[in-house]
Every structure is written in C-alpha cells, then in structure tokens.
C-alpha cells in the first residue's frame, strides 16, 4: 500500500481577540510557499549546500529551509562548533530513495510511505530529529502495517534502532 501522507492543516478562522468583528484566515503552512521553496531546490536556485551520499547522487539544499525543520540541520548549520560554512554534508548511511522522501516532507511537508520504505524514513528522520515526520511514520506503522504477525520485529526495531 503507497499513500501519500500531508502534514499541511486546513485554512482556519482564527478570532481576533481585539476586535471580535474581525476574522483573519491563516493557514500553518502555505503551499504556495511550499511549492516555491521546493521549485527553487529543483531548479538549483538559490541554493547554499548540497547534500552528497555514497553513490554519488548530489541533493542541493537551501540550509535555512533544512534547519526549519530538522533540529540536526539547524545545529549543524547554525552553531560555532563546526568550523566554516557546512556548504556540502556527505551522509554516508542514507540511500537515495531515502533521502528523497525527506526531502519531499522537508520541502512540502507531504511524503510517500509504503511498506517497503517506512522504517528507513523512520530511522532517518529520527537521525535528522525530523520530529514531525518521525510522528507520521509512526501513524503509518499503526495504521497499516502493525500486526500480530510484525509486532515483535516493530518493536525489535523501535529499541534497537529509536532507543524506545
């Protein structure tokens, strides 16, 4: 089973406390902004790192969006430990299917799971302290794949590799 799983809430009425006549619509995440920012990495636009895996495939990345959501990324990029400028992060354990599920739920909050690929993501936005993500494939896990024939190896999975 593939489905694609969105993270992006509705638009909501919100009242505003000074003038309860008055109404502003808001919305968590705007996918206008979202389509934006992931047309941008696509087309290599205004891009300050790339992310560089083993086999050699080269993901350009904006650091600012990253670090909007990964609490790994935001360190990485952010503190005065590292010397420099991270401009290219070679993850040597991320397989590139991988790392593009990521990347979709980094850039536009939405990402395809199936049963062949949610423990990777899981693993992997846990590394990367992607805590949303990390929710919506647990979701995933409990919705449609949790059974009595995997629970054991679910939870094999869950102390060996999330330290639950």
């Keep these: 089973m593939n489905e694609t799983i969105y993270a992006v809430k509705e638009t909501k009425c ?14 968590e995440v705007s996918t206008h902004t979202l389509n934006g920012f992931n047309d941008l990495r696509l087309n290599v636009k205004l ?3 790339s992310i560089l895996l083993d086999n050699g495939d080269v993901y350009p990345i904006h650091r600012s969006v990253l670090s909007g959501t990964s609490d790994y990324f935001r360190i990485l990029f952010t503190t005065t430990l590292h010397e420099g400028d991270y401009t290219e992060i070679i993850l040597k354990t991320v397989e590139s299917t991988t790392m593009e599920l990521i990347l979709q ?4 909050r939405q ?3 199936n049963y062949d690929n949610v423990l990777d993501v899981m693993r992997t936005a846990d590394y990367f302290s992607i805590d949303g993500l990390v929710q ?15 629970c054991v190896t679910l939870m094999q999975f869950g102390q060996y590799v999330l330290y639950v």
């Design 105 to 108: 739920y980094i850039y536009m």
């Design 136 to 150: 919506l494939c647990h979701e995933y896990l409990i919705n449609y794949i949790l059974g009595p024939e995997n």
């Design 111 to 113: 990402v395809d799971l």
């Design 47 to 49: 891009c300050d790192a």
């Design 14 to 27: 919100i009242e505003d406390i000074e003038d309860p006549n008055r109404r502003r619509l808001t919305r």
